[in-house]
């Protein structure tokens, strides 16, 4: 009720202004009324790899469900991209270009401290952003025109944690998280916190931007007599990563960001043993299934669209949550029957959704209550992911 309370208030000073504040939609080439949807990615950086396949699921949503009716009359919906290149500042000048093209709602972004960073910048514009991916509970704490269709950070550390446990009976876990990465950091926090009640010994260290020689953690991990490692770190760390980790021996959990066909090759080429919390599984549900049969297909029939998913057809869960996000858009442009992003943020708040990832029902906050997490590893003979487990939450 707090964010809808919130979204309420300024709807009605919206409405009190409606005569000369609601976005005019732009006509396309062929005259077609336009809302756009703005697009809050990275397809550079450090996470640009993620950040594309978050696109291609948006992307993709778009191709199946490319207009809206409002008002009575069909509008095109028109998807503006900007790349925020996985930082900080950068992200700001981002979300500024959607602010300036008029967009009445952003999806995005791959990357929770880029997500936060922009966060002021939508709300003080009155424009709803959905995140697709960013796990970071800061980024919908106390901004009541950010949500997200994703589980967030608290639980998935916690699920980890006991994956440790009861999976290998850990009693000594080497933590590596990346330094100045909010959702790193934040991971390995809750992972460590969860770990300390569970009584698993906790050895952290940090791997400074830049480096790519992973030699000395997995000495450290070794000396430490850690029978698993942690690593919440982005995909380029992450193969370098399972790359020199194999010869020790020692189990690699991760976070959702190695839900992605880099890992596969990784881990394959390697012999690692790898695990990781991800949000989609294709075996989970009906409409889960038919989406990756039709984000395969589409993603086929375009050698651009395949090339910006790694070259494969591996279906990554940040492209299921970015085609979960913009449908979840289209509903609220359709309850609000507007262009107006406030009147937007205000419908969005109500919204309820069973998408290809799980039911999508906003809280005070702004966030799911996503009731499963689902467990995979790898197979390194076959070359492919495998269920693991599916872990409920904890009530």
């Given at each position: ?6 979204l ?112 002021p ?26 949500f ?19 999976e ?18 934040g ?14 010994q ?79 599984d ?13 984000f395969?297909?589409?993603l ?47 419908a ?48």
């Open positions: 009720m707090k964010k809808l309370l919130a309420a208030l300024a709807a009605v000073m919206v409405l009190g202004l409606a005569a000369c504040g609601e976005k005019t939609p732009s006509g396309g080439s062929s005259g077609d009324k336009v809302i756009k949807i703005g697009v809050y990615e990275p397809s550079s950086g450090a996470n640009g790899a993620g950040g594309k396949k978050e696109v291609l699921g948006i992307e993709y949503a778009n191709s199946v469900v490319p207009t809206v009716t409002i008002g009575g009359e069909e509008y095109k919906v028109e998807l503006v991209e900007v790349d925020n290149q996985s930082e900080n500042d950068k992200g700001v000048s981002a979300a500024q270009q959607l602010v300036s093209a008029g967009v009445s709602i952003v999806l995005g972004s791959y990357g929770s401290g880029v997500s936060m960073a922009a966060a910048v939508f709300e003080e514009a009155k424009i709803p952003a959905i995140g697709c991916s960013c796990t970071n509970p800061g980024v919908t704490l106390g901004n009541p025109y950010y997200r269709v994703c589980y967030l950070d608290p639980f998935q550390g916690s699920v980890l944690a006991n994956l440790a446990k009861d290998f009976d850990a009693k000594v876990a080497y933590v590596l998280t990346e330094l100045g990465d909010d959702y790193s950091v991971l390995g926090e809750y992972f460590t916190q969860e770990c300390k009640r569970l009584g698993i906790v050895v952290a260290d940090q791997n400074p931007a830049g480096n790519t020689d992973m030699s000395g953690f997995i000495t450290a991990a070794k000396n430490a007599n850690a029978d698993v490692i942690f690593a919440p770190t982005s995909t380029t760390v992450a193969s370098l990563l399972i790359d020199q980790a194999a010869s020790a021996g020692i189990p690699i959990i991760a976070g959702d960001t190695w839900d992605d066909a880099v890992i596969l090759q990784a881990a394959t080429k390697s012999g690692a043993d790898v695990y990781f919390s991800t949000f989609y294709a075996g989970a549900s009906e409409m889960a299934a038919e989406f990756m049969s039709g395969q297909g589409w086929n029939a375009n050698s651009d669209k395949l090339n910006n998913n790694g070259g494969t057809d591996t279906v990554s869960a940040v492209s299921a949550l970015g085609y979960d996000a913009y449908m979840v858009a289209i509903e609220a442009i359709k309850a609000a029957d507007t262009t107006d992003s406030d009147a937007i943020a205000t969005l708040a109500g919204v309820s959704y069973t998408g290809v990832t799980g039911d999508v029902v906003f809280d005070d906050e702004g966030d799911v209550d996503k009731n499963i997490i689902f467990i995979k590893g790898v197979d390194t003979e076959k070359g492919e992911f495998y269920s693991v487990k599916e872990q409920g939450l904890n009530k």
